[in-house]
Protein backbone atom coordinates (compact mmCIF):
# COMPACT_ATOMS: atom_id res chain seq x y z
CA UNK A 1 0.00 0.00 0.00
CA UNK A 2 1.44 3.30 -0.99
CA UNK A 3 2.00 6.03 1.55
CA UNK A 4 0.58 9.22 1.21
CA UNK A 5 2.37 11.74 3.30
CA UNK A 6 1.51 14.93 1.50
CA UNK A 7 -0.50 16.83 3.67
CA UNK A 8 3.05 19.01 4.96
CA UNK A 9 3.09 20.22 1.07
CA UNK A 10 -0.74 20.95 1.61
CA UNK A 11 -1.07 22.77 4.46
CA UNK A 12 2.26 24.91 2.98
CA UNK A 13 0.43 25.52 -0.04
CA UNK A 14 -2.91 26.83 1.77
CA UNK A 15 -0.77 28.97 3.97
CA UNK A 16 0.52 30.64 0.72
CA UNK A 17 -3.00 30.60 -0.70
CA UNK A 18 -4.42 32.48 2.87
CA UNK A 19 -1.62 35.08 2.37
CA UNK A 20 -2.81 35.86 -1.35
CA UNK A 21 -6.43 35.98 -0.04
CA UNK A 22 -5.36 38.22 2.51
CA UNK A 23 -3.63 40.20 0.23
CA UNK A 24 -5.88 40.92 -2.54
CA UNK A 25 -8.62 42.10 0.34
CA UNK A 26 -5.67 44.52 1.40
CA UNK A 27 -5.87 45.82 -2.19
CA UNK A 28 -9.32 45.40 -2.84
CA UNK A 29 -12.21 47.03 -0.44
CA UNK A 30 -14.64 45.41 -1.98
CA UNK A 31 -16.73 42.69 -0.18
CA UNK A 32 -15.27 39.25 -1.89
CA UNK A 33 -17.69 36.96 -3.39
CA UNK A 34 -18.61 33.81 -1.39
CA UNK A 35 -14.92 32.16 -0.64
CA UNK A 36 -13.79 28.92 -2.28
CA UNK A 37 -13.53 27.80 1.49
CA UNK A 38 -17.00 28.97 2.38
CA UNK A 39 -18.83 26.17 0.84
CA UNK A 40 -16.55 23.27 1.57
CA UNK A 41 -17.24 23.82 5.23
CA UNK A 42 -20.38 21.36 6.70
CA UNK A 43 -23.53 23.22 5.30
CA UNK A 44 -26.76 22.33 6.55
CA UNK A 45 -27.92 18.87 5.61
CA UNK A 46 -29.96 19.24 1.77
CA UNK A 47 -33.18 19.46 2.05
CA UNK A 48 -33.58 17.06 -0.87
CA UNK A 49 -30.45 14.56 -0.66
CA UNK A 50 -31.57 12.73 -3.80
CA UNK A 51 -32.07 16.13 -5.82
CA UNK A 52 -28.42 16.69 -4.53
CA UNK A 53 -27.26 13.89 -5.18
CA UNK A 54 -28.20 13.86 -9.29
CA UNK A 55 -27.13 17.33 -9.06
CA UNK A 56 -23.22 16.39 -8.17
CA UNK A 57 -23.59 13.41 -10.75
CA UNK A 58 -24.86 15.80 -13.33
CA UNK A 59 -21.50 18.62 -12.70
CA UNK A 60 -19.37 15.88 -12.58
CA UNK A 61 -20.25 14.21 -15.99
CA UNK A 62 -20.13 17.78 -17.13
CA UNK A 63 -16.87 18.49 -15.79
CA UNK A 64 -15.38 15.25 -16.92
CA UNK A 65 -16.27 15.44 -20.76
CA UNK A 66 -15.72 19.35 -20.89
CA UNK A 67 -11.96 18.41 -19.59
CA UNK A 68 -11.65 15.86 -22.48
CA UNK A 69 -11.53 12.69 -19.98
CA UNK A 70 -12.75 9.97 -22.42
CA UNK A 71 -14.83 7.55 -23.09
CA UNK A 72 -14.07 5.32 -19.63
CA UNK A 73 -17.04 5.57 -17.14
CA UNK A 74 -14.79 3.47 -14.42
CA UNK A 75 -12.12 6.51 -13.62
CA UNK A 76 -14.93 9.51 -12.40
CA UNK A 77 -16.65 7.00 -11.02
CA UNK A 78 -13.83 6.05 -9.04
CA UNK A 79 -12.76 8.92 -8.18
CA UNK A 80 -15.85 10.15 -6.75
CA UNK A 81 -16.56 6.79 -4.92
CA UNK A 82 -12.69 6.85 -3.48
CA UNK A 83 -14.48 10.61 -2.03
CA UNK A 84 -17.48 8.98 -0.68
CA UNK A 85 -15.30 7.00 1.60
CA UNK A 86 -14.07 10.14 3.43
CA UNK A 87 -15.50 10.60 6.83
CA UNK A 88 -13.81 14.35 7.40
CA UNK A 89 -15.64 16.78 5.78
CA UNK A 90 -12.41 19.99 6.08
CA UNK A 91 -10.44 17.77 4.37
CA UNK A 92 -12.44 19.03 0.70
CA UNK A 93 -9.67 22.26 1.46
CA UNK A 94 -6.45 19.55 1.22
CA UNK A 95 -8.42 17.89 -2.16
CA UNK A 96 -8.55 21.07 -3.61
CA UNK A 97 -4.97 22.41 -2.99
CA UNK A 98 -3.66 18.97 -4.76
CA UNK A 99 -1.76 19.09 -7.86
CA UNK A 100 -3.81 16.63 -9.99
CA UNK A 101 0.15 14.43 -10.27
CA UNK A 102 -1.00 13.93 -6.65
CA UNK A 103 -4.69 12.35 -7.07
CA UNK A 104 -3.11 9.06 -7.90
CA UNK A 105 -1.06 8.47 -4.27
CA UNK A 106 -4.16 9.92 -2.57
CA UNK A 107 -6.55 7.80 -4.25
CA UNK A 108 -4.79 4.76 -3.45
CA UNK A 109 -4.07 5.88 -0.20
CA UNK A 110 -8.19 5.89 0.65
CA UNK A 111 -8.57 2.86 -0.99
CA UNK A 112 -5.80 0.89 0.56
CA UNK A 113 -6.90 2.04 4.58
CA UNK A 114 -10.60 1.28 2.97
CA UNK A 115 -8.96 -2.49 2.29
CA UNK A 116 -7.50 -3.15 5.64
CA UNK A 117 -11.25 -2.32 6.92
CA UNK A 118 -12.82 -3.84 4.68
CA UNK A 119 -10.96 -6.02 2.22
CA UNK A 120 -13.76 -7.76 0.81
CA UNK A 121 -15.88 -5.14 -0.53
CA UNK A 122 -12.87 -3.10 -1.28
CA UNK A 123 -11.58 -6.28 -3.75
CA UNK A 124 -14.95 -5.89 -5.29
CA UNK A 125 -14.78 -2.74 -5.55
CA UNK A 126 -11.77 -3.12 -8.00
CA UNK A 127 -13.37 -2.32 -11.14
CA UNK A 128 -13.25 1.23 -9.47
CA UNK A 129 -9.48 1.73 -8.53
CA UNK A 130 -7.77 -0.56 -11.08
CA UNK A 131 -7.08 2.40 -13.48
CA UNK A 132 -4.98 3.97 -10.66
CA UNK A 133 -2.30 1.54 -11.66
CA UNK A 134 -2.32 1.91 -14.97
CA UNK A 135 -0.23 5.07 -15.17
CA UNK A 136 -3.22 7.68 -15.99
CA UNK A 137 -1.23 10.49 -18.27
CA UNK A 138 -1.44 14.31 -17.31
CA UNK A 139 -4.75 15.00 -19.97
CA UNK A 140 -6.84 11.98 -18.18
CA UNK A 141 -5.42 13.37 -14.37
CA UNK A 142 -6.43 16.98 -14.99
CA UNK A 143 -10.28 15.38 -15.69
CA UNK A 144 -9.89 13.71 -12.63
CA UNK A 145 -8.83 16.77 -11.12
CA UNK A 146 -11.97 18.64 -12.54
CA UNK A 147 -14.38 15.88 -11.48
CA UNK A 148 -13.17 15.67 -7.83
CA UNK A 149 -13.04 19.40 -7.55
CA UNK A 150 -16.79 19.89 -9.22
CA UNK A 151 -17.88 16.90 -6.64
CA UNK A 152 -15.86 18.56 -3.45
CA UNK A 153 -17.59 22.16 -4.42
CA UNK A 154 -21.12 21.00 -5.12
CA UNK A 155 -21.45 19.04 -1.74
CA UNK A 156 -20.69 15.66 -2.03
CA UNK A 157 -19.16 15.50 1.58
CA UNK A 158 -22.17 16.97 3.09
CA UNK A 159 -23.77 14.30 2.24
CA UNK A 160 -21.38 11.03 2.33
CA UNK A 161 -18.74 12.67 4.77
CA UNK A 162 -21.48 12.41 8.27
CA UNK A 163 -20.07 10.88 10.79
CA UNK A 164 -24.13 9.11 11.12
CA UNK A 165 -25.12 6.58 8.82
CA UNK A 166 -28.22 7.42 8.89
CA UNK A 167 -27.84 10.64 6.96
CA UNK A 168 -25.10 9.05 4.18
CA UNK A 169 -27.64 6.93 3.59
CA UNK A 170 -30.14 9.32 2.56
CA UNK A 171 -29.11 9.10 -1.06
CA UNK A 172 -27.54 7.16 -3.19
CA UNK A 173 -24.81 9.41 -4.98
CA UNK A 174 -23.29 6.61 -7.00
CA UNK A 175 -26.49 5.59 -8.89
CA UNK A 176 -27.39 8.44 -10.89
CA UNK A 177 -22.83 9.00 -11.64
CA UNK A 178 -23.08 5.49 -13.26
CA UNK A 179 -26.22 5.67 -15.30
CA UNK A 180 -25.50 8.96 -16.25
CA UNK A 181 -21.52 8.15 -17.87
CA UNK A 182 -22.96 5.01 -19.42
CA UNK A 183 -23.94 5.06 -23.02
CA UNK A 184 -27.54 5.18 -23.82
CA UNK A 185 -26.98 2.11 -25.60
CA UNK A 186 -25.24 0.04 -23.29
CA UNK A 187 -27.92 0.69 -21.15
CA UNK A 188 -30.26 -0.89 -23.52
CA UNK A 189 -27.78 -3.90 -23.92
CA UNK A 190 -27.46 -4.57 -20.55
CA UNK A 191 -31.21 -3.72 -19.32
CA UNK A 192 -29.93 -1.54 -16.55
CA UNK A 193 -32.40 0.47 -15.20
CA UNK A 194 -32.06 1.11 -11.46
CA UNK A 195 -35.51 1.70 -9.63
CA UNK A 196 -35.92 4.92 -8.61
CA UNK A 197 -35.67 5.84 -4.68
CA UNK A 198 -39.29 6.36 -4.28
CA UNK A 199 -40.03 2.86 -5.63
CA UNK A 200 -37.52 1.26 -3.30
CA UNK A 201 -38.39 3.55 -0.36
CA UNK A 202 -42.06 1.98 -0.73
CA UNK A 203 -41.19 -1.49 -1.04
CA UNK A 204 -39.04 -1.05 2.20
CA UNK A 205 -41.84 -0.09 4.01
CA UNK A 206 -43.95 -2.59 2.83
CA UNK A 207 -41.87 -5.44 3.53
CA UNK A 208 -40.22 -4.55 6.25
CA UNK A 209 -42.45 -5.21 8.82
CA UNK A 210 -40.93 -4.71 12.72
CA UNK A 211 -43.13 -7.41 13.75
CA UNK A 212 -41.42 -9.76 11.90
CA UNK A 213 -37.98 -8.79 10.92
CA UNK A 214 -35.46 -10.46 13.70
CA UNK A 215 -31.67 -9.89 13.97
CA UNK A 216 -29.83 -12.73 11.94
CA UNK A 217 -32.40 -12.64 9.13
CA UNK A 218 -30.68 -12.62 5.19
CA UNK A 219 -31.62 -9.59 2.99
CA UNK A 220 -31.06 -11.06 -0.91
CA UNK A 221 -31.24 -8.55 -4.13
CA UNK A 222 -30.78 -10.60 -7.07
CA UNK A 223 -29.67 -7.54 -9.19
CA UNK A 224 -28.45 -5.12 -6.60
CA UNK A 225 -27.13 -2.32 -9.43
CA UNK A 226 -25.63 0.23 -7.23
CA UNK A 227 -27.34 -1.19 -4.01
CA UNK A 228 -30.26 1.16 -3.72
CA UNK A 229 -32.78 -1.46 -2.53
CA UNK A 230 -30.13 -2.19 0.56
CA UNK A 231 -30.13 1.41 1.06
CA UNK A 232 -33.72 2.13 1.62
CA UNK A 233 -33.84 -1.17 3.61
CA UNK A 234 -31.47 -0.14 6.14
CA UNK A 235 -32.90 2.72 6.26
CA UNK A 236 -36.68 1.45 7.17
CA UNK A 237 -34.35 -0.97 9.88
CA UNK A 238 -33.48 2.10 11.82
CA UNK A 239 -36.47 3.81 11.44
CA UNK A 240 -37.78 0.69 13.23
CA UNK A 241 -35.15 0.76 16.01
CA UNK A 242 -33.18 -2.21 14.48
CA UNK A 243 -29.30 -1.94 13.19
CA UNK A 244 -28.05 -2.86 10.26
CA UNK A 245 -25.35 -4.89 11.55
CA UNK A 246 -27.38 -7.57 12.59
CA UNK A 247 -28.88 -8.30 9.38
CA UNK A 248 -27.03 -10.48 6.66
CA UNK A 249 -26.71 -8.49 3.13
CA UNK A 250 -26.43 -10.66 -0.24
CA UNK A 251 -26.49 -8.81 -3.47
CA UNK A 252 -25.32 -9.39 -6.84
CA UNK A 253 -25.38 -7.86 -10.63
CA UNK A 254 -24.69 -9.17 -13.71
CA UNK A 255 -22.37 -5.60 -14.14
CA UNK A 256 -19.00 -5.79 -12.74
CA UNK A 257 -18.98 -1.70 -12.31
CA UNK A 258 -22.62 -1.85 -10.87
CA UNK A 259 -21.48 -4.45 -8.05
CA UNK A 260 -18.51 -2.52 -7.19
CA UNK A 261 -20.55 0.67 -7.12
CA UNK A 262 -23.06 -0.86 -4.23
CA UNK A 263 -19.47 -2.49 -2.52
CA UNK A 264 -18.34 1.03 -1.54
CA UNK A 265 -22.09 1.96 -0.89
CA UNK A 266 -22.28 -0.58 1.60
CA UNK A 267 -19.50 0.62 3.25
CA UNK A 268 -20.76 4.47 2.96
CA UNK A 269 -24.25 3.40 4.20
CA UNK A 270 -22.96 1.55 7.35
CA UNK A 271 -24.74 -1.90 6.44
CA UNK A 272 -22.65 -4.08 9.06
CA UNK A 273 -19.81 -6.72 8.91
CA UNK A 274 -22.28 -9.03 7.20
CA UNK A 275 -22.51 -8.53 3.71
CA UNK A 276 -21.44 -10.24 0.75
CA UNK A 277 -21.35 -9.00 -2.97
CA UNK A 278 -20.71 -10.21 -6.06
CA UNK A 279 -20.73 -9.99 -9.52
CA UNK A 280 -22.48 -13.09 -10.88
CA UNK A 281 -26.03 -14.24 -12.96
CA UNK A 282 -28.64 -15.08 -10.65
CA UNK A 283 -30.43 -17.37 -13.04
CA UNK A 284 -27.23 -19.42 -13.65
CA UNK A 285 -27.35 -21.55 -10.54
CA UNK A 286 -29.61 -22.32 -7.66
CA UNK A 287 -27.70 -20.19 -5.30
CA UNK A 288 -26.65 -17.40 -7.50
CA UNK A 289 -23.18 -18.01 -7.03
CA UNK A 290 -23.59 -17.37 -3.14
CA UNK A 291 -21.32 -20.42 -1.65
CA UNK A 292 -18.66 -18.76 -4.05
CA UNK A 293 -18.95 -15.33 -3.42
CA UNK A 294 -18.89 -16.44 0.51
CA UNK A 295 -15.67 -18.59 0.02
CA UNK A 296 -13.66 -15.91 -1.77
CA UNK A 297 -14.45 -13.10 0.79
CA UNK A 298 -13.47 -15.67 3.59
CA UNK A 299 -10.42 -16.35 1.50
CA UNK A 300 -9.45 -11.85 1.00
CA UNK A 301 -10.34 -11.67 4.59
CA UNK A 302 -7.28 -14.37 5.79
CA UNK A 303 -5.40 -12.75 3.40
CA UNK A 304 -5.59 -9.45 5.17
CA UNK A 305 -5.15 -11.20 8.45
CA UNK A 306 -2.04 -12.23 7.07
CA UNK A 307 -0.78 -9.01 6.03
CA UNK A 308 -1.60 -7.46 9.15
CA UNK A 309 0.17 -10.43 11.82
CA UNK A 310 2.92 -9.52 8.87
CA UNK A 311 3.03 -6.25 9.41
CA UNK A 312 3.05 -6.11 13.02
CA UNK A 313 5.52 -8.99 12.80
CA UNK A 314 8.18 -6.58 10.95
CA UNK A 315 6.88 -3.70 13.36
CA UNK A 316 8.35 -5.76 16.75
CA UNK A 317 11.24 -6.78 15.01
CA UNK A 318 12.53 -3.22 13.95
CA UNK A 319 11.97 -2.20 17.77
CA UNK A 320 13.72 -4.90 18.88
CA UNK A 321 17.10 -4.09 17.10
CA UNK A 322 16.79 -0.44 17.89
CA UNK A 323 16.33 -1.54 20.95
CA UNK A 324 19.68 -3.98 20.48
CA UNK A 325 21.36 -1.06 18.84
CA UNK A 326 20.99 0.95 21.78
CA UNK A 327 22.30 -1.49 24.52
CA UNK A 328 25.38 -1.83 22.16
CA UNK A 329 25.81 1.71 22.03
CA UNK A 330 25.52 2.08 25.08
CA UNK A 331 28.11 -0.70 26.05
CA UNK A 332 30.51 0.98 23.65
CA UNK A 333 30.42 4.11 25.48
Request: glycine content about 6%; some cysteine.
Given at each position: ?27 SPEPASASAV?HRRFRAFPTD ?61 IWGVQWMVRP ?214
Amino acid sequence: MVQFDLFGEVERKLEARTRQRAEKATKSPEPASASAVSHRRFRAFPTDPQRHAADIADNVIAAWFSHYGGSRMDVPLGAVAALTLIREPLVGDRLLALDATQLPQLLREIWGVQWMVRPDLIEMARPLHSWIEEDPDEYQLRAVQAAIHTAVRKGLLDLTARDDPFYRSQADVLSPLLTGLRHKSDKKWRGEYHTPTSVTDLMARVLVDGNHCEPGMSIREPAIGSGGMFRSVAQQLRELGLNPHDFYWYGNDLDPVAAACAAVNAIVWDLGPKVAIWCGDTLASSDSGLDKALAERAAVIRHRNAVVEQAVFEQKTRRLLHAFDQLLEGTAA
